[in-house]
């Protein structure tokens, strides 16, 4: 899958990993897993940590492109993208604007259903003038069940699963620890699905199975009981739906190179756009690289074609 990739052609390559978000522990672990595979291929790559290093290090030391490995604000929201453009140096994956708004969850739902396309039932609670007497009348709204998400977090920090009024209060306030935007979401009962893009192509979908309420941080990152299907175990047709629902969805949000579109499937077989994510994690327990093995496309095969997303801004 995909053509050859000449690992002399980037250069000197800085893969930038840490940060200072509240992902900065993921993104070390996805780093160094990218810097590992780099280095296997003869690229000439190098550890940059933002969070300890200024970003004029990159033009004194002569690098020629970035491979961004930063999870969550700061370094998938266009701040760095933007710093990048501003210091003519090639990045992976999406520009400014698509970064900014996958990373906003309200920003991308609103886009989602302008266009159409399929999105669960929501509301919004924002910081300056939410009020708790709403609680009761936001559950009915929602069918009493209800997803609460800071809408500039991922990793699933700071979000609950809610099945009361009181509950929901006590989750919206804990939720503005980490944004003062909060997303309410219908809660959909079924199966969770995620959709790696990789340079206009979709990969594989991904079911995943949890006996947390919800697929959480730990159910991400620690917990050995996840498991993830692929095959997702849909039906050609269905698997063809998805990924076209799922393409689109990226493209809406201007998003490019490679990421991940999350989405859940109904009791009727009707799937709901959850978010995008334009620096997926590559760790181990990573779902891009379990799609992308499934595609015949091993984890250093997938670290190149990455890398090779910013020659677009070469």
Known sequence: MGKQINPKQFGRVAV??????AERAVS??????????????????VAFDPAERQLTDLINEKFDRVLIMLHGRGGEDGAMQGALQHLKIPYTGSGVLGSALAMDKIHTKQIWQCLGLPTAKYRIADKSDFEAGSCGAIMMELGNEVMVKPAREGSSIGMARVTSAKQLETAIQDAFKYDNQVLLEQFIDGPEFTVGVLQDRTLPSIRMSTPHTFYDYAAKYHDDTTVYHCPSGLSADKEAELAAISLRAF?????????????M?????EFYLLEANTVPGMTEKSLVPKAAMAAGLSFDALTLEILATSLALS
Do not use: F, T
């Open 16 to 21: 930038m990993l840490g940060g200072d978000s």
């Open 28 to 45: 070390l672990s996805s780093g160094q897993a990218v810097l590992n595979a780099l280095l296997r291929q003869g690229v000439e790559a």
């Open 251 to 263: 493209n809406a949000l201007s998003c490019s190179g490679w990421g991940r579109i999350d989405v």
């Open 265 to 269: 499937q109904g009791s009727k077989g």
